[in-house]
């Protein structure tokens, strides 16, 4: 799923409460929104995804695989979340692109769940939305490797910025 953090945890909110949106709406505000993103991993072994790969090419990719999951990472992005975003999403409940969604504890101001994902990753997801124009989150997932699960934590901070989203993608 390619879509700015603050979109993908909205995202996650409905699609996962689909049944409870209409009683229990998310406390967020629509429009143009900045996240930022901080990351940091760490993966014991090889991932499973090289561990068939020919030498010489699991050579050449894990040093970058290795690199872009465990080098603390901060990335900022600006989103434009719309109502016709909230409205697709909760047609799609409990799954994404390679996800499925369980044991989801939701509310006006926070959601959280459980994911597992096709290629073996699992994880926690919670964001809590102290106020319309923000939330908060945390996301740890294991990754599989061939010496136990890797993890890779994110913390989420997103800030609505403009009811327009003239500027934002999206």
């Known amino acids: ?3 700015p ?19 229990q709406a998310p406390h967020i505000k629509i ?12 993966l014991p072994g090889l991932l499973l995804a090289l561990k068939d790969a020919p030498p010489d090419v699991r050579a050449r990719l894990e040093p970058a695989m290795r690199k872009a ?22 047609k799609h409940a409990g799954t994404d692109d390679d996800c499925t969604y369980s044991n989801v ?18 994880g926690h ?3 809590e939305t102290p106020s319309p124009e923000r939330i908060i989150g ?4 294991k990754i599989p490797t061939t010496k136990g699960p890797g993890t890779v934590t994110i ?16």
């Open 31 to 42: 429009g143009g929104w900045s996240t930022t993103a901080k990351r940091q991993g760490h």
């Open 155 to 170: 913390d989420l901070d997103g800030r609505w910025v403009s009811a327009s989203c003239k500027g934002f993608d999206g």
């Open 69 to 90: 999951w465990e080098e603390p990472r901060t990335d900022v992005s600006k989103g434009c979340l719309t109502k016709a975003d909230l409205t697709d999403w909760a």
């Open 105 to 122: 504890k939701t509310s006006a101001t926070s959601w959280e769940a459980d994911m597992v994902c096709a290629e073996g990753r699992t």
């Open 5 to 23: 953090i603050v979109r993908y945890a909205a995202a996650l909110a409905l699609t996962t409460c689909a049944p409870l949106a209409a009683a």
């Open 1 to 3: 799923m390619h879509l």
């Open 125 to 127: 997801f919670r964001v």
């Open 138 to 141: 945390k996301m740890v997932v």
